[in-house]
């Protein structure tokens, strides 16, 4: 596969394929060796068409009337997405959403291991949460070459959220994934995935608004 | 403001409200009591007509040369997203993501109480996390109809996500906000936010891979 390939992978099938790549490892745990897109589509509300397109990025052939080899799709989806390999991750602000992402086990399959974090409370500073310490914000840019961090994670309060991607940027991360409701800027070669559950919120708590007054 | 104005508010506008909102919050705090669509535009890196077009929901009128009134857009922000009545919401799957938001305080300042939570490992059961109960499956019902329960959060593993939004659907759940890495069908009556938090990480770390690969 050469570069610009891959690089034409677009952000939709990029963002299907975690759900894709957990159903494969569920086929392959009831030994379930070949897959048609046919099932895969009807399995996961997807139309058949799509789910061929899809797979096109893998550069895998289907057998006609056999499918796909489950476990092979495995393996060119984790290369796809770089999960072969582990990134380490830094979390920025401890407070109860940093400490509920950083406690959470189940990002590491998906090539995501958060191994330490920081806060401004001196109260935390020193202390570990699961293993991982947490230091001042000082020390960061140390903690991102000491640790050899890929992805900054914002975790902080929505007035500190720019000022935390700027300590990010300058100590060289390339790479931040926001969990503070609020825009940040970047320097153009950082690439920025916005988390944002209170708009999440904002749509279903307006649409059940929205039936109430039915 | 009619029934019909408010069905007609895009998403996106949706999905911007809460920046919004935490942005006029501070600005209150900081005492500003009027401000302009250029400065909110400038502020949060969007265009000045575009903030205008969101702010026409609220059905008020910024005067010439001084503004919107902060207090007013706030309220009539909440007034929209229903944030100015809390509704409770269940956690189902007490992991380490579910664990995570329950004891995340912030979903208040949207509305949101998670109340209660249900598992099915009988050594969670009984148990509280922030003073808040866990109840065995089998309780679902009963649990939703005692705590008055508006939204059904999903947490549990890919497998277990479609039985539990059955469950919660069963229950007269109408609205689910589902952090399992997976579609679910549920009836047309009922809506449903997926949170994919393992689709950003794909577009992030495949970002990442072919920074790398430069």
């Given at each position: 596969m050469t570069r610009i390939d891959r690089k034409a992978i677009p952000v939709p099938t990029l963002r299907r394929m975690p759900a894709y790549y957990n159903y494969l490892k569920a086929l392959l745990e009831k030994k379930i060796v070949y897959v048609s897109a046919t099932a895969v589509a009807n399995d996961l509300n997807l139309i058949p068409i799509q789910v061929r397109k899809d797979f096109e990025f893998t550069e895998l052939a289907g057998k006609p009337k056999i499918g796909y080899n489950t476990e092979l799709l495995i393996e060119a989806i984790e290369y796809i997405l770089g999960w072969n390999k582990m990134t380490n991750a830094l979390m920025?602000?401890?407070?109860?959403?940093?400490?509920?992402?950083?406690?959470?086990?189940?990002?590491?399959?998906?090539?995501?291991?958060?191994?330490?974090?920081?806060?401004?409370?001196?109260?935390?500073?020193?202390?570990?949460?699961?293993?991982?310490?947490?230091?001042?914000?000082?020390?960061?840019?140390?903690?991102?070459?000491?640790?050899?961090?890929?992805?900054?994670?914002?975790a902080v309060p929505v007035d500190f959220a720019q000022e935390t991607a700027d300590l990010l940027t300058a100590a060289g991360i390339k790479a931040i994934w926001n969990f503070a409701p609020v825009k940040i800027t970047v320097p153009a070669d950082v690439v920025v995935q916005h988390e944002n559950l209170a708009s999440s919120l904002a749509v279903l708590s307006q649409r059940i608004k929205q039936q109430k007054e039915k």
């Amino acid at each position: 596969m050469t570069r610009i390939d891959r690089k034409a992978i677009p952000v939709p099938t990029l963002r299907r394929m975690p759900a894709y790549y957990n159903y494969l490892k569920a086929l392959l745990e009831k030994k379930i060796v070949y897959v048609s897109a046919t099932a895969v589509a009807n399995d996961l509300n997807l139309i058949p068409i799509q789910v061929r397109k899809d797979f096109e990025f893998t550069e895998l052939a289907g057998k006609p009337k056999i499918g796909y080899n489950t476990e092979l799709l495995i393996e060119a989806i984790e290369y796809i997405l770089g999960w072969n390999k582990m990134t380490n991750a830094l979390m920025v602000g401890m407070g109860n959403m940093g400490h509920a992402l950083m406690s959470y086990q189940g990002f590491k399959n998906y090539g995501l291991d958060i191994v330490a974090g920081i806060d401004s409370d001196r109260k935390k500073q020193g202390k570990e949460i699961g293993g991982k310490r947490i230091y001042g914000p000082e020390k960061i840019k140390k903690v991102i070459k000491d640790y050899e961090i890929g992805i900054g994670i914002i975790a902080v309060p929505v007035d500190f959220a720019q000022e935390t991607a700027d300590l990010l940027t300058a100590a060289g991360i390339k790479a931040i994934w926001n969990f503070a409701p609020v825009k940040i800027t970047v320097p153009a070669d950082v690439v920025v995935q916005h988390e944002n559950l209170a708009s999440s919120l904002a749509v279903l708590s307006q649409r059940i608004k929205q039936q109430k007054e039915k």
